[in-house]
């Protein structure tokens, strides 16, 4: 069964597709041809603020879970040998803070249908049993339903086609590298808690130098999905990990982390 062929989601992909295609018909006297990608711009840029509220409630949760590190790190000592025990004291210590282990995770799940509906929009052919004309258009020649390895897989390559995804791919990637230094995570260190536990050590298992070299990469993942999406999902990943990296920093001096603890 087609998922999106399902009425209630075919009727809200229709609307978003006739929302997206008014816009490129408004911006089309400013922009010619490129319309439908301004559009696609536009349309992230007021998907990404409305979802400001998500972006803070991240922010006080990450901010949260730094300043507790160095205490579930102790627990983990302490109880090491306990699981039961630990799982206890660290659910005790959650809800004395008035917060859950998920607090940051769960803001990300309200995105989700939001992404679903924008992503479905850049690569169905038909929706609601129209054409989807938003993959007819193009910019700079490359039309926005086309991919990098599509097009290399057919041997449609042009230099047009290079540059274009070129450009978007490595801006992303360039974004993603940015993201990876400043927000590198801080070494959180907490006393050991018993006997034979090392003292000095990271109070976060995320802060070892295997799991930074993973989380590094992580930011570059984007950049490679960049490579196998239609260009306007491509675009739309641009748009997406820029305003994040941006609405980040920006947060990250409203809710700054706690200082790091001395061992």
Not at 33 to 59: D, F, M, Y
Not at 202 to 229: C, K, Y
């Amino acid at each position: 069964m087609d998922l999106y062929a399902f009425p209630p989601i075919a009727a809200v992909l229709d609307g978003a597709h006739a929302v997206l295609m008014g816009l490129a018909d408004l911006l089309e006297p400013l922009v010619g041809v490129t319309s439908a990608a301004a559009a696609v711009v536009l349309v992230t840029l007021l998907v990404r603020a409305a979802l400001i509220p998500v972006g803070v409630s991240q922010a006080k949760a990450e901010r949260t879970r730094a300043r507790l590190a160095p205490q579930l790190a102790a627990l983990q000592r302490k109880h090491q040998k306990n699981p039961d025990r630990l799982q206890r004291e660290m659910m005790s210590l959650y809800q004395s803070e008035g917060t859950t282990p998920l607090a940051g995770c769960l803001p990300m799940l309200i995105q989700a249908p939001v992404v679903g509906i924008i992503y479905a929009l850049f690569i169905l052919p038909t929706i609601a049993g129209h054409p989807n004309d938003l993959l007819t258009h193009t910019l700079f020649g490359v039309p926005l339903g086309s991919s990098l390895a599509g097009s290399i897989v057919a041997g449609t390559v042009t230099p047009d086609v290079l540059l274009v995804f070129g450009a978007v791919v490595v801006m992303i990637a360039a974004v993603g590298e940015v993201t990876r230094r400043v927000f590198r995570p801080q070494a959180t260190v907490a006393p050991a808690a018993t006997t034979g536990s090392r003292a000095g050590a990271p109070a976060s298992p995320f802060e070892n130098p295997t799991a930074v070299r993973l989380l590094g990469l992580a930011q570059f993942i984007t950049a490679v999905i960049a490579v196998f999406v239609p260009l306007a999902a491509g675009l739309y990943l641009l748009v997406t990990v820029a305003w994040t990296l941006g609405q980040r920093m920006l947060l990250r001096r409203v809710y700054p982390l706690p200082a790091p603890s001395a061992a």
